[in-house]
């Protein structure tokens, strides 16, 4: 399952690297909440619903350009969670910091999870506990490790007040920042240790990136300590959160 999800993520960032290399237009629109989608937003989302109705015609999917309402959802037990670009800001300022994300979340945890960066060549992807890197045809196992002083990954495009003040009080750090879901996966992979969000994100913003973290050994809590949890609820917003090794 999880190789066949992991050629999907594939397909997908080619359909995205299609308008990314200006095959087709880009066609920027704004959506109610005033958050951008492009063409390939939509090419993306059409290659992974398609893909992922053949492959399990009984799980439903929730995807960031297709919200299922509340009513539909709320007995759901599992599900997809798909956004099919995170980083549309990103993608438009062409820095490449931008992925695929698809989940499978069960009972509200997070249980497979692949974020697919197409610019970079490079695929985060995990399931049953284990998770791994795929870079240039390179395959390896993926782990937290611990460094001092510890590099805190934040948000490109989402700075606020709260996460400047809470790195003022943080103590002796290093920062990096980069943007959409790779952010998980910079922890998940040693390269970070910690990343606070205060900021709001909705659940398919986090949920692929939190499989990769938590199988590779990190922690996604909300700031009340309780992990973040993807159980259907009317709201897709999340709590603020924070990824960490310790």
């Known amino acids: 399952m999880l190789e066949k999800i992991c050629q999907l993520a594939y397909e997908a960032g080619n359909a995205i690297m299609q ?12 959506k109610s909440d005033d958050s951008p989608v492009t063409a390939a937003d939509l090419a993306a989302h059409g290659v992974i619903v398609s893909g992922l109705q ?11 350009e297709d919200p299922q309402s509340w009513e539909i959802r709320q007995h759901w037990q599992q599900y997809w969670l798909v956004d099919p670009l995170d980083g549309t800001k990103e993608f438009i300022k062409r820095n490449g910091e931008f992925t695929v994300n ?15 960066a197409p610019v970079l060549s490079v695929m985060y992807y995990a ?7 795929e870079e240039d045809g390179h395959k390896m196992r993926i782990h937290v490790q611990d460094a001092r002083p510890p590099l805190v990954v934040i948000s490109r495009s989402h700075a606020d007040s709260e996460l400047e003040d809470y790195l003022k009080h943080l103590g002796d750090h290093q ?46 809590n909300d700031w009340q300590g309780k992990p973040l949890d993807y159980a259907p609820r009317e709201s897709f917003l999340n709590p603020g959160f924070r990824v960490s090794i310790y």
């Open 19 to 30: 308008v990314y290399d200006g095959q087709t237009p880009l066609d920027v629109m704004q």
């Open 54 to 64: 053949a492959l399990t015609p009984t799980i439903p999917v929730l995807s960031e």
């Open 102 to 116: 698809i989940a499978l979340i069960e009972a509200g945890k997070p249980v497979l999870g692949v974020v697919y």
């Open 127 to 133: 399931a049953e506990g284990k998770a791994w890197k």
């Open 175 to 220: 920062t990096t920042a980069i943007g959409s879901s790779l952010k998980f996966c910079l922890v998940a992979e040693g390269k970070a240790q910690l990343y606070p969000r205060f900021g709001p994100t909705n659940i398919w913003d986090t949920g692929a990136g939190h499989a990769v973290a938590l199988a590779a050994g990190a922690h996604v």
